[in-house]
C-alpha cells in the first residue's frame, strides 16, 4: 500500500484540492479530497491527471519527423518516404526504435498506446521464424518502458482496389484473411499487453474477406483506416458503389467494440452509420494537417453518438494536448465559430482507454488501474491557469509532465528527457542510415 498526497487532481467530478490517493497492487483502493497530508504521505506537487491513450499509432513513422518536412509534395510523396524506412526494418531496429518512441510518449503522459500494426514480414514478404517476430518486438518494447500496449495486428491485403500487394506492401500482407488471422492467434495477451485486430482499409482488404477480420476479432477491439483521402472514397465509389463507411457497415465491422480511425471526408449518412452502431471515431489532429488530410467531423460525429478518442498516428508530435486542443481549433478555423467542444470532454477523449480494451484505465477512482500524470502548474504556459480541465487542454504541452505513473508504478521522471532524446536520436540514425 502506498499513499500520495495531490495538492491538486482533476477527479471524475472535476477538480479537487487536497486529495489522498491509496495505490494497492497497481490499482486506486482510496481517493479523498480535502484531507490534511500525514507525515509519511508522498506528496504529488501539481496538477495531477489520469494517464492519457494513444489510440492510433504507428511507431516507425517516429523517424519520419523532420525528414518529410523538407519539401513540397502530397499525401503519395509522403507515403513512398515511409515505405521506403519500412523497408528497412528489422525486428531488432524495430525494437529498439519503438522502444525509444514509446519512451517519448510515456514522458508526455500517455500510459496505453493502440499500436496499428501492419510490418509483419521480412523484406521479401517471408515470415520470420516466428511469424509474429515484429509484433513481439512491439510488445517487448511498450513493456520494456512500463506503458501498457494493445497491438492491433492489422489485415493488409492488397495495395488497391483488385490489386496485388506492391513493393514493400508484400511485408504486410499475409496472402488472405484466413491466413492473417492464424497468425495473429499465435500471439498471447499477458499484463499490461492485450491483442485487437484492425483492417487496413477497404482498398487494402477486399470485401469477401472482411468478414473473416470481423469474426477473428469478436470481443477484442477492431481498427480501421476510414475515409483519410478523398480519393479512396472515389475509388471504393467506383469499386462498390458506396461509401466506405456503408461498405464496412455491411459487412458487420462497425460497432461497439470497432474504432474509425480519422473519419474525414464523410456524408451525413456515414455520419449517421458510425453514431448508429456505437463506432467510437479516432481522430489524429496533427498528423491529418501535417498530411493535408482535411479536418474531420468531430462534434457531429458526438452528435450522432459516435465517441471521439485520439491518436498520434504519424508522430509529427506526440502531443496528446495539442491533439485535444486541435479538435476543437480546427473546427473554429472551419467554422469560424467557437465553442464546438468543452475542455472536459476533450480530456475524456484523450484518456478513453476502453477503445483499446482497457475498460478499467483513464480515471482516478477506486477500482481503476493507478496511472498517474503530474503536470507542472507553475511552469510558463500553465502558470495562472487555474489548474483545471482548461489548464490541461489550453495550456499543457508534451514537456508539462514531470512524473508519470502507470499501474501503480513510477515509470518517467523529467530527469529521464535527455536520455529519451538521445535514446530517439542514436535509434532514428541507425533507421535512416
Not at 197 to 204: I, L
Request: include cysteine; glycine fraction near 8%.
Amino acid at each position: 500500500m502506498t499513499h500520495y498526497f495531490a495538492r491538486r487532481a482533476l477527479l471524475p467530478t472535476g477538480p479537487a484540492d487536497d486529495v489522498l490517493i491509496e495505490v494497492v497492487d497497481g490499482r486506486f483502493s482510496r481517493i479523498e479530497a480535502g484531507v490534511v497530508a500525514a507525515a509519511d504521505t508522498t506528496r504529488l506537487d501539481g496538477l495531477v491527471i489520469p494517464g492519457l491513450a494513444n489510440c492510433h499509432s504507428h511507431a516507425f513513422h517516429r523517424a519520419l519527423r523532420g525528414h518529410t518536412q523538407r519539401q513540397r509534395g502530397s499525401f503519395w510523396t509522403w507515403r513512398d518516404q515511409m515505405y521506403a524506412v519500412a523497408a528497412t526494418l528489422s525486428p531488432d531496429s524495430y525494437y529498439s526504435l519503438a522502444r525509444a518512441t514509446y519512451a517519448e510518449m510515456v514522458s508526455t503522459g500517455i500510459t496505453a498506446v493502440g499500436e496499428f500494426h501492419y510490418l509483419h514480414h521480412d523484406p521479401t514478404g517471408k515470415s520470420y521464424a516466428d511469424p509474429n517476430a515484429m509484433g513481439h518486438a512491439l510488445i517487448s518494447a511498450a513493456r520494456d518502458v512500463g506503458m501498457r500496449i494493445t497491438l492491433l495486428d492489422t489485415c493488409y491485403l492488397a495495395s488497391g482496389f483488385g490489386q496485388p500487394p506492391e513493393g514493400v506492401q508484400q511485408r504486410y500482407s499475409d496472402a488472405d484473411a484466413d491466413a492473417w488471422a492464424s497468425r495473429v492467434s499465435r500471439i498471447h495477451e499477458r499484463e499490461g499487453v492485450k491483442v485487437g485486430a484492425a483492417v487496413h482499409s477497404v482498398r487494402a482488404v477486399p470485401a469477401e474477406q472482411l468478414h473473416t477480420v470481423v469474426a477473428a476479432s469478436v470481443g477484442r477491439p477492431l481498427h480501421v483506416h476510414l475515409s483519410e483521402q478523398v480519393a479512396e472514397n472515389q475509388a471504393c465509389l467506383a469499386a462498390h458503389q458506396c461509401t466506405p463507411t456503408q461498405l464496412l457497415a455491411d459487412h458487420g465491422v462497425l460497432h461497439s467494440l470497432a474504432t474509425a480511425v480519422h473519419a474525414t471526408h464523410l456524408t451525413d449518412q456515414d455520419i449517421d452509420l458510425l453514431g448508429a452502431t456505437g463506432t467510437t471515431s479516432c481522430f489524429c489532429p496533427t498528423t491529418e494537417r501535417d498530411l493535408a488530410d482535411g479536418i474531420g467531423p468531430a462534434s457531429r460525429l458526438r452528435d450522432a453518438g459516435s465517441s471521439l478518442s485520439l491518436g498520434s498516428d504519424s508522430h509529427a508530435v506526440i502531443d496528446l494536448f495539442e491533439e485535444m486542443r486541435a479538435v476543437e481549433m480546427h473546427e473554429r478555423l472551419a467554422t469560424q465559430q467557437r465553442g464546438h467542444w468543452t475542455a472536459a470532454e476533450l480530456v475524456s477523449a484523450a484518456t478513453r482507454h476502453d477503445s483499446l480494451g482497457w475498460v478499467d484505465a483513464g480515471r482516478i477512482e477506486v477500482g481503476a488501474r493507478a496511472d498517474l500524470v503530474v503536470l507542472d502548474d507553475a511552469a510558463p504556459t500553465t502558470a495562472g491557469t487555474g489548474g483545471t480541465a482548461e489548464t490541461v487542454v489550453f495550456a499543457a504541452t508534451s514537456t508539462t509532465p514531470t512524473q508519470v505513473m502507470v499501474d501503480g508504478v513510477w515509470v518517467f521522471q523529467s530527469t529521464d528527457r535527455s536520455r529519451i532524446g538521445a535514446d530517439l536520436a542514436r535509434s532514428v540514425t541507425d533507421v535512416l542510415g
